[in-house]
């Protein structure tokens, strides 16, 4: 074999090489001879079958799968040779062997993976946002809960702010009813915001069986493209008024919580140990961010696009199933645009090459018993963690994802123990943004 390696940019590779004709034809010929022992041909007994029958009906299949595996060898031989780390899949071009061809000739075109550089994090300052949990806090979460549970009773008295709306409309543009326009029986909460404003502005103040009119111009970039920018008259009859009811904090509650004997203490502090984990993998997303934002900024690097091009691929299908999951499917003559997901991807990679480096450098590597204690805090959420540790430990894959998180909590710890660092009180409504 013979293999010429040329230089085509920064990161791109060219490997030309041949291998003697005779190798190939020699393995050939092998293959038919094994093949011979036991291929069965009308007319001939098993294991009789002249070579050349043999070679007459398969030797072109075998050549090709010979070809084949050759191109793969060989490839493979001189990429350990030359010490060159491919990244992504290699491009393949084949002169095609004629009669008498003393060689059979190929390119493969590639890039390899860049020397990686980690910066300076000592350089970098991260904010460390610090938080406890409070009563006050815990209160809060149970009132959000009550919430969730409201339930409501119909009232005779106008409606106002918090309370369930159920009307008849119907509407219509130049006199003539649209799609969409009309209902039944629709309830709407007035201030969740379901309904337009210029909508929902005009239920407060009425009562069971009153009727209204009124004009809506509905915004230029309403999601409804046929009625965007243009008025409507809307026609109104409220059928019901109905006031929110929140239920008590009484051992009922409790018990619809999971706590079977309604204990409040045992609630609250079942809420507050809900509340310090959500608290904590918070704070650490968030110091995490900092620390990776901080390690792509210290590093020049340069990325491989067959990477960026396979890291999209894989953002564009979990986006697909994610959509799938919601009733959109996409068709798959209709892909999603990979401009969509160009920055994200080559954000990950960047940082998939620069957390590398890190770790084998700084010696970061997950040991077991860290990823004993990854697997046992993600299972405490869970109602029976044993099993849920049983679960993790069955698959090799499972298992590597928690390596994975391991892996990055060490870099995190390592970058902290490097950088300087502002610990930084945050509230608990900033900390819990629109979910809490």
Same mark, same amino acid.
């Given at each position: ?7 085509? /940019? ?15 034809? /020699? ?31 398969? #030797? ?114 130049? /006199? ?14 007035? #201030? ?240 819990? #943004?629109?979910?809490?």
């Amino acid at each position: 074999m013979q293999a010429n390696l040329e230089t085509l /940019g920064s990161l791109e590779r060219k490997l030309s090489i041949a291998v003697p004709m005779a190798e190939i034809n /020699g393995e050939v010929e092998n293959r038919l001879k094994r093949l011979a022992r036991t291929v069965k041909i009308s007319g001939f007994r098993p294991g009789k079958v002249p070579l050349k029958v043999v070679a007459q009906q398969y #030797g072109p299949q075998v050549r090709q799968e010979v070809l084949g595996d050759t191109l793969q060898k060989t490839f493979g031989d001189a990429v350990n040779e030359q010490k060159l780390r491919v990244a992504g899949y290699p491009k393949f071009d084949a002169v095609p062997p004629v009669d008498g061809a003393e060689e059979f000739q190929y390119s493969a075109t590639f890039e390899v993976y860049p020397e990686v550089v980690v910066g300076d994090v000592a350089k970098s300052t991260l904010s460390r946002p610090v938080l406890e949990v409070s009563d006050a806090d815990v209160d809060k979460t149970l009132d959000i809960m009550r919430k969730q549970r409201v339930s409501f009773e119909k009232v005779e008295r106008a409606a106002e702010s918090g309370d369930r709306v159920t009307m008849d409309y119907v509407g219509k543009i130049d /006199g003539t009813e649209f799609a969409g326009g009309k209902a039944e029986g629709q309830p709407v909460v007035l #201030g969740e915001g379901r309904f337009l404003p210029e909508f929902e502005k005009n239920l407060p103040g009425m009562k069971a069986g009153d009727s209204k009119s009124f004009e809506l111009k509905f915004p230029d970039d309403y999601a409804g493209k046929e009625v965007a920018g243009k008025t409507a008259v809307f026609e109104v009859k409220v059928n019901e008024v109905a006031a929110p009811k929140l239920p008590a904090i009484d051992a009922e509650f409790a018990k619809t919580l999971g706590i079977a004997d309604g204990d409040l203490a045992k609630m609250r502090a079942e809420v507050r140990g809900n509340l310090e984990r959500e608290v904590k993998a918070r704070l650490k997303a968030r110091v995490k961010e900092q620390v990776m934002d901080a390690l792509l900024a210290a590093t020049s690097l340069e990325v491989p696009k067959s990477l960026i091009d396979m890291e999209i691929d894989r953002l564009r299908e979990m986006a697909k199933q994610d959509l799938a999951s919601r009733g959109i499917p996409v068709r798959d003559d209709m892909p999603l645009p990979a401009d969509l997901f160009e920055k994200q991807a080559q954000r990950r990679v960047s940082l998939g090459l620069i957390l590398s480096e890190v770790v084998r450098g700084q010696n970061l590597q997950a040991k077991p018993e860290q990823v004993r204690a990854a697997v046992e805090e993600q299972a405490q959420s869970y109602e029976h963690p044993q099993e849920v540790v049983k679960w993790f430990y069955q698959s090799p894959d499972r298992l590597r994802d928690i390596e994975s998180v391991v892996l990055e909590e060490n870099v995190v710890t390592w970058a902290l123990a490097t950088a300087k660092v502002e610990d930084k009180a945050v509230t608990f409504d900033e900390l819990m #943004g629109n979910t809490q």
